[in-house]
């Protein structure tokens, strides 16, 4: 089983990234915000827990983050490309002693590099369509009609976790919280660095070919 990391802070781009990943490679997206968002939506009891961290711009206690995860991971899948996850050491840990249950392991991680002003105009400007949640920017992303997908006609809105407030809250947790990954996985012989400020079609270029390495 392959696997590959999105690890980044909230607004340096990995839904974006991913979203280009996703048509250029066979990987499976894994994104627990997307996948709390859609519980929240449907109102399941994940959903209910998860509500109340997410609206502080907190992080969803581990164990909940983990129970979706494992039942993503199917055993006939191979190659997963996980999008905001892990976030903490312990998820960082258990994911891989579950990829190790399948026989796989963490073969690259790309670290999306980016400074707090280009993550706070990138945050504050954010729109997601609510059908199918692809990601547009109001300046440097902006959708052919304004507040309508392109993809699919759906409606765009504002993250209520993409208010100023809750950003410089989310910016902090990935500090302190989620920061601490990088030296683990520098650790594991697997960090490559992506300047988040680049051109997403080249960033999307140079991650599918060096995911297509197998890693070490
Ligand atoms: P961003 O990276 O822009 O913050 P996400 O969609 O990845 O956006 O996450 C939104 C929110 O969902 C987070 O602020 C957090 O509350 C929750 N969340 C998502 N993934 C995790 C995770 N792996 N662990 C804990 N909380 C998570
Ligand atoms: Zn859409």
Not at 138 to 153: E, K, L
Not at 173 to 196: M, W
Request: positive net charge; contains cysteine.
């Amino acid at each position: 089983m392959r696997a590959i990391i999105l690890l980044g802070a909230p607004g340096a781009g990995k839904g974006t990234l991913a979203d280009g990943i996703k048509a250029a490679s066979r990987f499976q997206h894994v994104a627990t915000g997307d996948m709390l968002r859609a519980a929240l939506k449907q109102g399941t009891p994940v959903g209910r827990e998860a509500e109340a961290f997410m609206k502080r711009g907190e992080l969803v206690p581990d164990e909940v983050i983990f129970k979706l995860v494992e039942a993503r991971i199917g055993a006939g899948d191979d190659g997963f490309m996980f999008d905001g996850f892990p976030r903490t050491l312990a998820q960082a840990e258990r994911l891989d002693a579950l990829l190790a249950a399948h026989g796989g392991k963490v073969d690259h991680v790309f670290l999306l590099d980016a400074k707090r002003a280009l993550l706070l105009s990138r945050l504050t400007g954010r729109r997601v369509c609510r059908a199918c949640g692809a990601v547009y920017h109001v300046v440097n992303i902006p959708p052919r009609r304004a507040g309508v997908c392109d993809a699919c006609g759906g409606e765009l809105y504002q993250r209520a976790d993409d208010q100023e407030a809750t950003i410089a809250n989310r910016l902090d947790v990935y500090e302190r919280q989620t920061a601490p990954l990088i030296a683990y996985y520098e650790r594991q012989g697997v960090l490559t660095r992506v300047d988040a400020a680049r051109e997403r079609r080249e960033s999307v270029a140079a991650i599918v070919a060096a995911a297509a390495d197998r890693g070490r």
